[in-house]
T-cell receptor
Framework: NAGVMQNPRHLVRRRGQEARLRCSPM?????VYWYRQLPEEGLKFMVY????????ESGMPKERFSAEFPKEGPSILRIQQVVRGDSAAYFC????????????FGQGTRLTVV | GESVGLHLPTLSVQEGDNSIINCAYS??????FIWYKQESGKGPQFIID?????DKRQGQRVTVLLNKTVKHLSLQIAATQPGDSAVYFC???????????FGTGTRLLVSP
């Protein structure tokens, strides 16, 4: 049973370009979270999704950021018109639907905006 | 809003010692807690969890203690090994919400 898969592992974008980060949850997991981490800091919640639904996006910036988790395929975190401040590690986690079950993280995508 | 903080940003121990990593949380409505280990360049790795109806839970070489009275969580690692060197995060989930709130982490350095 493969773990949470994120790709790409490293992504370099120029300012103004778009970044698309992908996350395939573990088999049987229908809940996905996206977190952002700056160096030497903790993980900051961005968004929580279930299949085809955004449940909690309270951590998402109001502009340029969007997320989806379609019925088929991976969850996508999309950042439009990237700026240098978007440079960070973005982690995805997934869990089963039951309440209070552990969430498993992927290895992250490290976005660098130049 | 909720916040989770740690008392010690860096903890240095000798191999074989027992390590204790502490975490304070602020939301009394949190009902589920997890400890994660994060090695450099990797994603957080689940270590152990505990529900608010418990005050202690043991795993392999690790024990989590929960004191709801003072809103304090700790992770004890027995016979610490160099491979335990990493950053450790506690995370909490507030009842009725689904997101995990993370603290800033404690770096554990184990010397041989």
């Amino acid at each position: 049973n493969a773990g949470v898969m994120q790709n790409p592992r490293h992504l370099v974008r120029r300012r103004g370009q778009e970044a698309r980060l992908r996350c395939s949850p573990m088999k049987g997991h229908s809940h996905v979270y996206w977190y952002r981490q700056l160096p030497e800091e903790g993980l900051k919640f961005m968004v929580y999704l279930q299949k085809e639904n955004i449940i909690d996006e309270s951590g998402m910036p109001k502009e340029r950021f969007s997320a989806e988790f379609p019925k088929e395929g991976p969850s996508i975190l999309r950042i439009q018109q990237v700026v240098r401040g978007d440079s960070a590690a973005y982690f995805c986690a997934s869990r089963r639907g039951q309440k209070n079950t552990e969430a498993f993280f992927g290895q992250g995508t490290r976005l660098t905006v130049v | 809003g909720e916040s989770v903080g740690l008392h010690l940003p860096t903890l240095s121990v000798q191999e074989g010692d027992n390590s204790i990593i502490n975490c304070a949380y602020s939301n009394s409505a949190s009902d589920y807690f997890i400890w994660y280990k994060q090695e450099s360049g990797k994603g957080p790795q689940f270590i152990i969890d505990i529900r608010s109806n418990m005050d202690k839970r043991q795993g392999q070489r690790v024990t989590v203690l929960l004191n709801k009275t003072v809103k304090h969580l700790s992770l004890q690692i027995a016979a610490t090994q160099p491979g335990d060197s990493a950053v450790y995060f506690c995370a909490e989930r507030v009842t009725g919400f689904q997101k995990l709130v993370f603290g800033t982490g404690t770096r554990l350095l184990v010397s041989p």
